[in-house]
């Protein structure tokens, strides 16, 4: 482990989960209609795998509590299902410690999970970050993982003034940035390389850039809107006294959405990525969110911003959290509020002027099969 390492992980996680109970459940329709873009891609990798016994091990890195990991399963399970009707899986859900591992297994079996109508299927829970091993080598049949690679391994305190995204960043920062996502890239693509089984396949998607020559960044960055807003909204609380200026000055969303041509250098550079994985698809597009299905329509302002928010909220909270809200209080029961606040003015920023802050859910898919 280098000295970087080190200090990233004593920094902590760049995220410890989704937030309060229940809360991305409701509010992550915007990655479930990524999921559901997903399907042909799913169904693909299984009618490629082989079926040979004892058992086919399926395993979502990143999976957040619930919901969205059972419309994998679903898919993945059904197209299996077609190939073999006997076939014995185990279903291994991975993620953080702090992900609600409760709601995922309740939502696992509960009247909308996969357990119901599936035979011969076991499931089993891999707590650990997916930068480091968590699997077995040479175990893992199909490893999928959407919307979670683009958080960086840890967080990140460098200088930023007047900005908190990664694009935005002024240099060094920006660069640096850039170099620690690099890093970390390479680091989740070994570990995969580790745990699939010769044959098997990787499907991962994750927010994404294109080059925009219009842009101050020179990209089209996802989410670009709502991480100016969360800026504006930082920055609007710290001149109330609300949020300490020093904790944001040196506060970084710790995401990084990379450029197709970044989520393919290591797959080129690195001799045993090479050797490892032959590219079957890599692809970028550009999807809807459901809370822009209120955007344009009359008088919907409000029902966009309250839906934007909370999908805001539900992925963000505990990142703000932990490195902006709590290194501006003494009170720990004073963080709840600085959320409270901080989500309250950014629903009425966006109210107020809803085209200003658009989403653009720009994603970026891989698929590999491991040779
Ligand atoms: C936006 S959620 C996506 C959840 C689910 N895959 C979906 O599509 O709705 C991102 C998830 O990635 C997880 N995550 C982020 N960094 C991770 C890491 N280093 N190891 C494992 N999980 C991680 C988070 O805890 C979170 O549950």
Not at 60 to 67: E, F, I, L, V
Not at 78 to 96: E, F, S, T
Not at 272 to 281: H, M, P, S
Request: with cysteine; hydrophobic share 40%.
């Amino acid at each position: 482990m280098t000295t970087e390492d080190r200090s990233r992980k004593a920094h902590g996680a760049a995220t410890a989960g989704m937030g309060r109970k229940g809360l991305y459940d409701h509010h992550s329709g915007a990655q479930n209609q990524a999921i559901q873009q997903q399907e042909a891609r799913l169904r693909n990798a299984v009618d490629h795998l082989d079926l040979a016994r004892p058992e086919l091990r399926i395993m979502d890195y990143g999976c957040g509590p619930g919901r969205n990991s059972i419309t994998v399963f679903h898919t993945i399970l059904d197209a299996l299902r077609r190939r073999d009707a006997d076939m014995p899986v185990v279903a291994v859900h991975n993620d953080q410690i702090g992900n609600d591992w409760n709601e995922l297994l309740a939502n696992v079996g509960g009247p909308k999970g996969y357990l119901r109508d599936i035979k011969h299927i076991r499931v089993e829970t891999s707590v650990g970050s997916f930068f480091d091993p968590v699997a077995s080598p040479g175990t893992v049949d199909l490893g999928v993982s959407f919307a979670a690679s683009h958080w960086l391994a840890g967080s990140v305190s460098l200088a930023s003034p007047g900005s908190l995204f990664f694009c935005d960043l002024p240099e060094p920062a920006r660069g640096e940035v850039a170099a620690i996502a690099a890093r970390d890239w390479t680091d989740f693509l070994k570990q995969r390389a580790s745990e699939l089984k010769p044959g098997g396949w990787f499907v991962v998607d994750g927010l994404a850039s294109v080059p925009d020559p219009d842009d101050p960044s020179g990209l089209r960055a996802a989410g670009r809107g709502l991480y100016r807003a969360f800026g504006q909204v930082a920055d609007a609380m710290a001149a109330d006294g609300r949020i300490d200026r020093d904790a944001l000055e040196t506060f970084i969303f710790p995401v990084y959405f990379r450029q197709s041509e970044e989520v393919r250098a290591p797959l080129e550079r690195e001799q045993d990525l090479k050797d490892a994985f032959e590219i079957v698809e890599l692809s970028n597009e550009l999807l809807a969110t459901p809370f822009e299905g209120n955007l344009g329509k009359d008088d919907d302002a409000e029902a966009y911003a309250a839906g934007y928010a909370g999908f805001a909220r539900a992925f963000a909270e505990s990142t703000l959290s932990a490195g902006l809200f709590a290194p501006s209080t003494s009170d720990a029961a004073a963080v709840k509020d600085l959320a409270d606040d901080f989500f309250k003015r950014l629903q009425a920023l966006i109210a107020a002027d809803p085209k200003r802050y658009p989403f653009e859910h720009q994603v970026v898919t891989l698929v590999l099969r491991k040779r």
